[in-house]
């Protein structure tokens, strides 16, 4: 999960209460929060049209921490008040982390601190973080409440459970919202709960959604008190709202993609088994069995979208593409328009020069396998080369490096009168954490990455620019493969031109170099930013974006000499990178990003050559990944711009 590396300051937090007709219990919940020894920067508290006088109760105490309070006019259960709690933290208050709990939750002294601390040292790589953190929960007694005890993840990797024992914690899949707190770029992923839920088995929605392909993990350090009326599991004699358990868990085992299909079956089969169970034990059979055929017959219709169920009360903003999962990249219609009102279609490939008002940043990470020589070479040409030089440089210096690349890295300063920024992190963290945190220390919302033995043309950036200046979020070029010198030239990667063209190959391949990559800071991190998904962040990274109406283009000319090994090709293939291919594919039919036939066509295409012999692969992969490109010995295409 990307989460920003925060230096010297904390993460923001915002918490999340939502209340109706508990006065007191609320009251309680929110001087719980005041006695922690780490306090939110915000608390957003949403009262659901009370009439006990919890609202003004809320205005009328002096609480040691800002509080937003939100007044709905009707209540919208507890999965209306999360959805718009949780997008106001995140829209509103730019949180980092959501701290969500029910009026009926009562924080210790450590339940924030102990999430806080665990999620940042569970991993040194801030998109390693966990999406998820759940606390401890108890009754009014000290023993843990059946209504919120989690177990242990199935299928849960070596390494997660690593990661886990590192902070004491354990992985888990999903979790109440009875003290949960929630990663903000996870949620700018994913996007918020579903309203219509109105209450019950929206948590489970949500954060089976936001750790399906992340970390998610219980932190015992970190204890709340559930202060309901009764001890026992909310299956003892539901009445009638057992409707609502029926309809939203049906909901989501059939219109959400929160489960796998191995999970819906053994979630299934547990929920008619406690089905059974409660109706055996229940004094009011009849209430539940009404409950049961309406919740069934409610659930053949889908949940109706939040910006619907919130209309004339609150004015919910979607964080993520809105449409079916079908057709969230086809939701960005032909030539939408940008963040910054512009067509695709307008967008000029015509050589011209940049704006000399854009001022952006050069992104560089470099680590102790980089050449010295070769990274010198790669500096140079993407910064006092250009025809149009950046503003300022900001290198990433990933864990410790060997005395002649930090030679070249301490003498920076000296070769250029552009500003350069030398972060330094402790460890090894790889390329996505070095790009999530140099991306916080850049001064400018436009930034250019290169990669440390790679050689930028001169004209990269005046090529590149005035598409960005002139509305483009994210901006590729196509790259010419150079082998040990810059004389031996590969190969060219042809790229797709045009928003059509970007989209179409969206579904079968990454349509943008990331060597060549320039975009806005701020579109980025609107879908969440760098994620972890093994081999293949960028790509899953401009699937996001494009999805949420991102302005994507592509120059149609080789602008950057992207440095090929003896062992690059070796490397895409075997066991391992097809298991990080099936995990990708999958990411993408989740998301609705590809249909399932794509999905099979780009297994067995896709996934197939990861186990042809190098040679065989090389020209494979050559064919995927620009299928109109020539050796360097051949012609060189043009490529064919589609808007």
Known sequence: MNSPDFGARSPRVVAVVVSYNRRELLGKTLQGIAGGSLLPDVVVVVDNASTDGSAGSVRDTQLPYLVDLVEFSVNLGGAGGFTAGIERAVRKHSADLVWVMDDDTEPHRQSLSALVDAWQNYSPAPERRPALLASRVVWVDGRDHPMNTMGPRIGATREQKRLAQRVNAMPIRSASFVSAMMSGAAIREHGLPRADYFIWNDDFEFTTRLSRFADAIQVPASVVTHHTAKFGSSDVDPGPRFFYDVRNKLWTFSRSRSLAGWEKF???????????????????????????????????????????????????????????????????????????????????????????????????PVYANDSAERFRRAFDSASWQQSVPPHEIVIVQDGPVGPELEGVLSGLSELTTIPVQRVILAEHAGLTAALSIGLTRCSYDVVARADADDVCLPHRFQRQLPLIAAGADLVGAGMQEIGGSESELLAVRTVPVGAAAIRRASAMRNPINHPTAVFRVSAVQRVGGYQHVPQAEDYWLWMRMLAAGATVENVNEPLVLYRVSAGSYERRGGLGIFRAELTLQSRLLAAGYI???????????????????????????????APAARTAHGTQPTAHRED
């Open 266 to 364: 053994l979630y299934s089969g547990a929920t008619l088994r406690m089905w059974i169970r409660a109706l055996a034990r229940s004094g009011k059979r009849r209430v539940l069995l009404d409950g049961l055929v309406r919740g069934g017959r409610a659930a053949l219709h889908a949940p109706r979208p939040n910006s619907e169920v919130f209309a004339g009360i609150y004015p919910i903003a979607e964080l993520t593409a809105a449409g079916g999962p079908e057709t969230r990249v086809q939701a960005a219609a032909d030539h939408p328009p940008s963040a910054h009102g512009t067509p695709q279609a307008q967008l000029s490939q015509q050589p011209g020069a940049a704006r000399a008002d854009l001022p952006f940043s050069l992104l560089m």
């Open 595 to 625: 249909s399932r036939l794509q999905y099979l066509r780009n297994i067995v295409v896709r996934g197939g050559y990861r186990f042809l012999p190098t040679p065989l692969r090389m020209g494979s992969y050559r064919n995927l990944v």
